[in-house]
């Protein structure tokens, strides 16, 4: 018996799209708009010009991981400003704060993504407190409307946009052994896969357009023990988040293989590889990625600790996690080898 729930935000597609902006957040019945942004705001100051008396505000205090903090000022930034609805431009770091105001505000939000992480399509929220982060799923959080317009996403820096599709091609690659995977969840996460693969790491509009369907993947499918440990890792040792998923992807899948075969022959054929985890290592490095964990700030001494916390509250997996095997793949990851080989 097939079985599947399936949500999804408007979407605006194409050069151009942003010229609409005005319009949409009309559709959504609201009048006073706060934009949300990192420090680095170029885009949000573009929306506040093309916004003019619409734009309540900006906030631009959007960090990785959404700390709870940070959470709790931009509500309270929102409230004090009147504002009625939600404009994240940005990445992943902004689109999660978007939806932590939402998910206590029910404030609607309207995404415009800058980077390939599809956090816009999705109703996955995840809030750092203490030191973990705490991740779920609630309507509340999914934007009421996306704009994907490449110009937006072609100031992106070629590595950042190379480690930002390799975060999107995580979520396809999760989505296609998940244990509540649909027929169109698949479909989805081989297109976008091969999308994402061919795009990158230059081609903005196929890129967005690769990131938009395995962001659909992610909305719609669980995900195992490759986001776990990403989640893990990022929320406790505050590790950055799409080189993260660059450098534990092979391995999560190297762990999965045996599990998964028909998942594993269909990544590997949309990226063009004998293999899914040794193919999504080589692409990463192609793009000139940090495999080990070690260079991105990873403490050795903190393995243990990782691979007790990913097991202790795992995610849905199709192989069992098994701690001493958890704990081997934190190490190769750390050590940046190649699955199946050497360093």
């Known amino acids: 018996m097939i079985s599947f729930a399936f949500h999804s935000p408007r979407v605006l597609f194409g050069a151009g799209s942003l ?15 706060l934009v949300l942004s990192t420090p680095q705001r170029r885009a949000a100051d573009d929306i506040k010009r093309r916004l003019a008396g619409r734009c309540a ?4 205090g959007a960090v990785m ?19 009625d609805c939600a404009i994240a431009v940005g990445g992943g770091s902004t689109i999660g704060l978007a939806k932590a105001i939402a998910l206590e505000s029910g404030l609607p939000i309207l995404a415009i993504p800058t980077t390939y992480s599809g956090s816009e399509m999705t109703p996955v929220f ?37 480690m930002s599709g390799m975060n999107a091609i995580a979520h396809g690659c999760e989505g296609l052994y998940a ?15 091969r999308a994402l693969a061919g795009g990158l790491p230059g081609e903005g509009e196929r890129c ?8 659909l993947v992610l909305a719609g499918a669980a995900m195992g023990l490759h986001h776990k440990l990403c989640h893990t890792l990022g929320g406790t040792f505050n590790l950055p988040h799409a080189e993260t998923h660059a450098a534990v992807l092979p391995h999560a899948l190297a762990y999965n293989q045996s599990a998964a075969p028909e998942a594993m022959r269909r990544i590997a054929a949309a990226l063009n590889a004998k ?10 490095r192609r793009f000139g990625a940090s495999m080990a964990l070690r260079d991105l700030g990873m403490p050795e001494s903190g393995l243990d600790r990782a691979a007790e916390m990913a097991t202790m509250q795992p ?29």
Not at 66 to 73: F, G, H, L
Not at 132 to 153: E, F, N, S
Not at 208 to 215: D, F, I, P, R
């Open 275 to 284: 293999e899914a985890p040794s193919g999504v290592y080589d692409l990463a």
């Open 19 to 33: 010229s609409h902006l005005e319009r949409e957040i009309e559709l959504l019945g609201a009048r006073r708009a």
């Open 315 to 343: 995610y849905p997996n199709p192989r069992p996690l098994e701690r001493r095997a958890v704990r081997q793949l934190l190490q190769d990851a750390w050590e940046g080898r190649r699955p199946g080989g050497s360093v």
């Open 126 to 162: 995840g809030i750092t407190e203490g030191g973990q982060k705490k991740t779920g799923r609630d309507v509340r959080a999914l934007p009421r409307t996306v704009i994907y317009d490449p110009a937006v996403i072609a100031p992106l820096p070629p590595k950042i946009a190379a």
């Open 57 to 60: 505000g900006i906030f631009d």
């Open 65 to 83: 991981h959404v700390p709870i903090e940070v959470a709790r000022a931009a509500r309270e930034e929102a409230r004090r400003l009147d504002a």
């Open 208 to 215: 967005l357009y690769g990131a938009w369907l395995c962001g």
């Open 179 to 193: 244990e509540n995977v649909a027929p169109v969840h698949a479909l989805l996460a081989e297109e976008g896969i």
